[in-house]
C-alpha cells in the first residue's frame, strides 16, 4: 500500500530555518515523483516545489526559489524541504504528495501525506 508521512513541522521565528521529512512506502522514487504543497490558514493546497528521479529535476515555486530545498535519498525512501529564512507567510500545513514519473506544478498528484504544521512568528 503507497503511504507518505510527514513530519519535521513545528514553530520557528522569522528568519529561521525547519527541514521537514516525507517518508515513502509502497512504491519506489525511482519512478514517483515527490511534490510538495502549502495550505495556509483559509487557503488551498498551492504547490511549492517537486523533485523526480527519472528526469533528476528539481522544481519550486517563485517565492521560495533560494530558501528552499528539495532533496530526497531513494534508497532509504526520503525527501526533504529544507526551508531557509522562514517568513510569516510561509505558514500552513506541509504535505508531501507523490505521482508517477515526473514533476509537475499543479495539484494533479495522486497520492498524499496527512500534513506537518509549519509556524512562522514574526
Known amino acids: 500500500q503507497l503511504q507518505l508521512v510527514e513530519s519535521g513541522g513545528g514553530t520557528v521565528q522569522s528568519g529561521g530555518s525547519l527541514r521537514l521529512s516525507c517518508a515513502a512506502s509502497?512504491?519506489?522514487?525511482?519512478?514517483?515523483?515527490i511534490g510538495w504543497f502549502r495550505r495556509a490558514p483559509g487557503g488551498v493546497r498551492d504547490w511549492v516545489g517537486c523533485?523526480?528521479?527519472?528526469?533528476?529535476?528539481?522544481d519550486y515555486l517563485d517565492f521560495v526559489k533560494g530558501r528552499f530545498t528539495i532533496t530526497g535519498d531513494n534508497a532509504k525512501r526520503m525527501v526533504y524541504l529544507q526551508m531557509n529564512s522562514l517568513q510569516p507567510e510561509d505558514t500552513g500545513v506541509y504535505y508531501c504528495?507523490?505521482?508517477?514519473?515526473?514533476?509537475?506544478?499543479?495539484?494533479?498528484?495522486?497520492?498524499w501525506g496527512q500534513g506537518t504544521q509549519v509556524t512562522v512568528s514574526s
Open positions: 504528495a507523490a505521482r508517477f514519473r515526473v514533476c509537475e506544478a499543479s495539484r494533479n498528484y495522486d497520492y
Open positions: 509502497g512504491f519506489s522514487l525511482d519512478y514517483y515523483a
Open positions: 523533485i523526480s528521479s527519472i528526469d533528476d529535476r528539481t
